[in-house]
């Protein structure tokens, strides 16, 4: 048919039918991307089908990990010239384009993970066929990485689908499964895998009617409309993120409103606009933490037991929340307590965790049948993992192991969930202390990415090995870290949250200082996280780092404990709530307050104690700390971590504002040792 063999990321085969199959194999490990060399073989292919024009197209991955993953992230990384971005987007808009103008049927045969570029792919096709299983998940989640569609993707999906529904898949980032791209309308089938086939050859060889969305979907894509609803997007997006920190989703509005009438023209502005995102700092900085959570990925590679039988010790909010997630994750879990009362109130939150996210009721009755709640302990001689979740005391939990220990498996890991007490001390009465590793999950548990994985000297390295595949069993992020007094995450979150207290105290209201850290970048601001956490528990962790660095917990931590106001939890701590939301006062005369001192005294803290850190070796490396402190607190994402931060930034100017406010406010400001020898 005119196509010569050999090309090296794609196979073309031509069936009985005439119906011609390319399947992507990008060589190398690592799912399918659209690289530069992938696209440019594309090009060719497409050229000689165009001309021999065989019955149909079906473009299918030869990998069994997912259709296609999006653009090639490492060649977005090395973009500094928009001019350079700007031709690399075009060239790929034109490769779609042609693909979209052949005469004959195309199909995108999608299986497993279809987003990014890999979409925009599927939509130049004129039909899409999904397989509805679990892995199944498609989306155009380019705002996650600072910039938005650039492969013609704002067109194609506001076109097909209509303006509202499309804009918000691309604004959130978020992916949806077969079934819901299915009643969106961005696939044309979604069927089980005995049709799957099927429906794709019937695509192809009997093409139905191109389906286009209903009349009043269209008319929000109308030139007098669009300025409407793009106010309304703004409005939402704004609730979300700022404008200045988050600048993709705004320019995909912007966009769109300007041009959304007119596809030729939003292709063109549509490459420029990603040009000149892709290029600017949040971007670059995006594309880093993608990077850091690549690599914590990596860190779990290492096989575990296929399907690890778990048992988890103490059923209150984390040990109850870590069994339900295990088992949502397909694993069985014994759930132990005191008594079955204990126990209930986490088989409650189970049931609500498996509702909110499994929506076929045999695969939901499944997950809770994989819970057992189990106060006898039975369980505990037959699992592989022991995780405990117990009181955070040292005695109380060195007891408990002095119970179970004789009854574990002998290859059996325990794990605790200890929060900030060294391994090494707990590890003290064991018999064999090289199985005792931290698993040290965050709060809440179902949406917490970061897991820190705690290594003490005398544990047993495969054994961390195995814990961290396990994480990654559980969809979560492994990061190693050294026993040491509150670990990473919470050693330097807390004199983060401590400065906040000390702020409050001196009688600048807490709307003032949340504000200055939220608009630093921060998730949430440092008052609301402590009531959110509870300030009952910053107290305690507070006071045993404080025993460990000599370093002394705000008075009015301990008033706000003593007086029973221990946040969220209670109703009331810095805020009172109502209905679960605190109520905040408008902060008036914010302008008399120094606020650029307020961001410098709550973040420099921080970024000090991650100089400290790194000193200590708590993380092996710079990146792993960043990595941490952005999947753990959701440190600024767009500054790409703490020391990140300070390498864009300046050390010797971030060194310098310390040294000012140690002069000012005392000691707890003095820049640590390790500023001498950081190198970044």
Sequence with gaps: MGFE????????????????????????????????????????IIGAIGESLPRGLIIRSAKPSGFIAGADVKEIATLRDSEDALALIRRGQTIFDRLEGLACPTVAAIRGFCVGGGLELALACRYRVALDEPATRLGLPEVLLGIHPGFGGTMRLTRLIGAPAAMDLMLSGRTVDARTAKKLGIVDAAVPERHFESAIIAHALTPPPIKTPKYFLQLANAKLLRPWLARYLRAQVRKRVRANHYPAPYALIDLWERHGGDPAQTLLEEARSVARLATGPSARNLVRVFFLQERLKGLGRKQGPAQPKIHVIGAGVMGGDIAAWC?????????????????????????????????????????????VPDHDGLGLPHADVVIEAIVEDVKIKQALYETIEPRLKADAILAT???????????????????????HFFNPVAKMQLIEVIDAPATDPECLAKTAALVRALDRLPLP??????????????PYLMEAIVLWSEGIPPEVVDDVATEFGMPMGPLELADTVGIDICLSVGQILAGHFKSEVPGQLRNLVSQGHLGRKSGKGIYTYRKGKPVRRRARGKDSYDLDEICDRLMLRLINESVACLRERVVEDADLLDAGMIFGTGFAPFRGGPLHYVEDTGKEAIEGRLEALTTRFGPRFSPDPGWTTLTL
């Design 417 to 439: 969930n200890t929060s900030s007490i060294p391994l090494e001390t707990l590890a003290a009465i064991l018999k064999r202390p090289e199985r005792l590793v931290g698993l």
């Design 481 to 494: 870290v050294k026993s040491s007094p509150g670990f990473l995450v919470n050693r330097v979150l807390m």
């Design 5 to 44: 063999p050999g090309f090296k990321h794609w196979r073309l085969e031509i069936d009985a039918s005439n119906i011609a199959n390319l399947h992507l194999d990008k060589q190398g490990p690592g799912p399918n991307v659209l690289s530069s060399e992938v696209l440019g073989e594309l090009d060719v």
């Design 327 to 371: 088992a949502l994750r397909g694993l069985h879990v014994t759930l132990q307590d005191r008594g079955a009362q204990y126990i209930a109130p986490a088989l409650r939150r189970a049931h609500d965790l498996f509702s909110k996210r499994i929506r076929d009721r045999r695969l939901r009755r499944a997950a809770f049948d994989r819970l």
